[in-house]
């Protein structure tokens, strides 16, 4: 086997021992709020069929699906018709032509195979013309090898080509395999239906800082309810689960889709919905000026933008935002019932207090507005520079895709590689000491070796995480081992420690040493 | 879009909630017992760059991992020469040859193109016969809609135009890319590497009962360790995991490749040692008289036969088998070798007394025998018909392949699918009470949901899982939600519940109801 110089595919990642720790962490913790929250786990399949994920992303996310080559003999499956070989032909042809220094190759001289009409012409020039074409094409033999083709040349395109060698492709994302699950499964589903799911996702972005082509999400949603206390209880697990990750100071913002529509209605343009919140979504970037600016250019008017104004610049308390809201909005239904709805969420959530988060009201928050039709959410520390760690809102019939109607789905997404980064950043991953091995027992020898095995046993019936060193290495390999795997305690077995029954305990942080019975140990590593 | 009929690629699988309690009940156990033994965990990606994988796995193999279509427009990556549509023009001349009913268009009068002199032949019959061609063609430009080509017919094939193609491949095993983690992180590592991996892994193998195109693997490895400690704590591993999950008779089998090679050795035909064995392993199925005619038939002789029969049937423990397996290999050396290796894993264990399982000596056992260099292992279970539920064994020179020389190492797998299905028949899966509800709030109208809040805020305070159904269903819909979801607790908030501030908390198993304070269902449920 020849020696490779191993790596992994671009924009993909190993995880270390060190790296694993941390993730199960973050993972752990929230799955343990999930569940809390009455949050059932499922998992799908890496491969879902290609026209299960076609068309639900846009033409852009369409590309950036990896598709799985079918196995088997699949360029039996490639159909192409025989006039894509048109263009192929005519190279061949001109390259006859020029290897018989013939001019005149004119496109339209190369026809000779495919339209009655066109072939004639071709005819008739080279009867007149007395081609040695014969000698042409045996020069050209020659060079035959020298002439590839591409795949392009040869009249394939890569969409069309992929419809015929792939059925099946990487999961996008984990919302369109949990609509197609609960429309495949929706007979031994109890609705409402509260899933959590926890797996990679593959995209074939150009990777770069902070951006992988397999990453995990970590989401959970609820269909077939449209009650807002669903809505409460995301704040509530966003909350939950970032406190418990240590964070100290984050805000949940939250908007309501029917109050961007609200705002469109007002100044009577509900067709440029989208227009109007691109534009106001950057407010943070652009000041309240690069706003004006932009829905000028987009189109609205002086008066509009009178109209818009005090509700971008929207201040005070949630209360207070909101009563100006409906002041502003005091024409538009939808708009009014987007604040009722906003309205509704707070009074839940007033009866359970938030630990550490900060709610804001923000109508600026768009993010994938032609997805949602409800609430929006998404969730930024103010500890750390940072995109958003969170995001999610409500959509109304998710599993209409898959022809099951009427089933409305709110739910929310954590980023957890910028979780990684920020509690990397803050310092505020704890010691992992329940994930690793607590005691390394050294030894000098066969003799140490086996008079050390049944204390690694005792301490395994303990459950402590142990580990003796194979007998024959020296004891300073021994504990650059304890070092690296950052073992706190090592136990030294040599011939006087066997004699007296008392072994050499050490704490690798502090370097205390005691003399301790193996029945001591074990009671100190219990303790 | 269209509604498509939702269903996932043959050969993988949806696991719902229940499926995922269970199998996260598996794997959660196993990983305990790999992480108190000192193993770590690492993660790879899904994808590998396929030159990682082709030919680890043989032939057979290589056609069964799952490449992924390069993304962007690959086509253009596809070389073709332009001698393979000769085929392809034949077909074309042929076609026109019928259309006109032009008699003997025998094969080599359609080389036109290619080669000088064949060309010739062509032209010359062509104007002699004062063929219409033009008409011929005029006519088959008609058909040409229904004439398609195959990629085969364009002289593509599925092997080499995967190489332009295709640069990644979903991981095959955990093994592979486990070598390729050590060679790329050699310096990152601390020796000997202990390290575990639970991740999916596909294959494109035919699916049936039993076996799937995604499933997981669950291995541990120990790199840069020649120990046979390891070996031992692999036999402790297995009989803790397995005893852990419930299981009380199972047999952990044991073999050594280099007893395999001293059986060879005897009779003097090492270089059949896989003749040999193929042959031994089939002493459970066929019986010995089975096993002798397959010998005979692999052109053993009735004297090697005699020599080897004592050690086929090997009887009385392991003590009394490796005795006399110590005669019968006297004059090798390298059966002695694997008699005493496999003695000194015995010696180890007799320190640490297995909870559960039947350790076997086993010399039957080959399985992967290319692959294993050392300790062969196979575990099987006596409650249940079923195959092997784990195995493994040592093999030297592990990352030889990435170019890294004399590692060696060891490690096993469990087979979490047919655990999953043992489990199952015995009925050993635990009731999952921490991992789902415990409690559901069920409330008649607004004012009950609202009630109920603080009630759900301070259960979950006390880390207990609990729900509370949003207003406006029935209560009888309420309460199948708790019996589908096996919630063991419900609480009903009415009107009458509020007033006396005692709400209707009931065992849903026993069916037995009470009326309780909030503070007392809390305690009740911390209980």
Chains 1, 2 share one sequence.
């Not at 950043?425 to 027992?441: C, D």
């Amino acid at each position: 086997m020849a020696s490779i110089k191993p790596s992994v595919p671009k924009g993909t990642r190993d995880f270390s021992p060190t790296e694993m720790v941390k993730r199960n962490y973050i993972f752990d913790t929230i799955k343990s709020v999930f569940r809390k929250y009455g949050y059932q786990q499922i998992e799908t399949p890496t491969m879902e069929n290609l026209s299960t994920l076609t068309g639900k992303y846009g033409d852009e996310g369409d590309k950036l699906i990896f598709k799985v080559l079918d196995s088997g003999d699949y360029v039996t499956k490639i159909k192409k018709q025989y006039d894509v070989f048109i263009p192929v032909l005519n190279k061949l042809i001109n390259k006859a032509y020029r290897a018989a220094n013939i001019p005149g190759n004119e496109p339209d001289y190369h026809y000779w195979i495919s339209i009655g009409n066109r072939y004639e012409i071709v005819k008739q020039n080279w009867i007149a013309q007395k081609i040695d074409l014969a000698q042409a094409i045996s020069e050209l033999d020659i060079k035959l090898e020298d002439l590839n083709i591409t795949g392009y040349e040869l009249g394939l395109d890569s969409k069309s080509l992929t419809l015929d060698i792939s059925e099946k492709a990487l999961r996008y994302d984990l919302t369109v395999p949990f609509a197609r699950y609960v429309v495949q499964h929706q007979n031994e589903i109890t609705f409402p239906f509260k899933r959590f799911q926890v797996q990679p996702v593959w995209r074939a972005d150009r990777p770069q800082r902070g951006r992988y082509r397999e990453f995990y999400q970590c989401d959970a949603d609820v269909v077939g309810s449209d009650s807002l206390l669903n809505e409460a209880e995301f704040v509530m697990i966003y909350d939950e689960a970032l406190s418990k990750l240590g964070l100290k100071d984050f805000s949940i913002k939250i908007n309501n889709r029917k109050i961007l529509s609200g705002i469109a209605q007002i100044i009577d343009k509900a067709d440029n919905i989208i227009d109007l919140t691109v534009a106001i979504d950057k407010l943070d970037k652009i000041g309240l000026d690069g706003v004006i600016k932009e829905l000028l250019e987009r189109g609205f008017t002086e008066a509009d933008i009178d109209k818009i104004k005090p509700v971008i610049l929207l201040e005070g308390s949630n209360t207070e935002k909101l009563q100006s809201l409906r002041q502003a909005l005091a024409s538009s239904e939808v708009g009014l019932k987007g604040c009722d709805e906003i309205e509704t969420v707070f009074g839940y959530i007033e009866k359970c207090p938030l630990q550490t988060a900060k709610l804001e009201l923000d109508i600026t928050l768009a993010r994938g507005l032609n997805y949602y039709t409800g609430a929006i959410f998404e969730v930024k520390t103010n500890e750390v520079v940072m995109g958003s760690i969170g995001g999610g809102g409500r959509y109304d019939d998710l599993t209409g895709m898959f022809g099951l109607k009427g089933l409305t789905g709110v739910g929310i997404s954590f980023g957890a590689d910028r979780i990684y980064d920020v509690l990397e950043e803050l310092n505020l991953f704890p010691a992992a000491a329940n994930q690793s091995t607590q005691v390394l027992i050294c030894n000098f020898d066969k003799e140490g070796e086996l008079y050390g095995l049944p204390l690694l046993q005792q301490l395994r019936h303990q459950n402590i995480n142990a580990e003796l060193y194979p007998a024959g290495a020296k004891i300073k390999k021994q504990m650059e081992y304890a070092n690296n795997k950052n073992i706190p305690y090592t136990v030294v077995i040599g011939s006087e420690e066997i004699q007296s029954g008392l072994l050499a305990f050490k704490n690798m942080e502090t370097g205390e040493q005691e003399k301790l019975s193996v029945e001591n140990i074990v009671k100190r590593m219990v303790g």
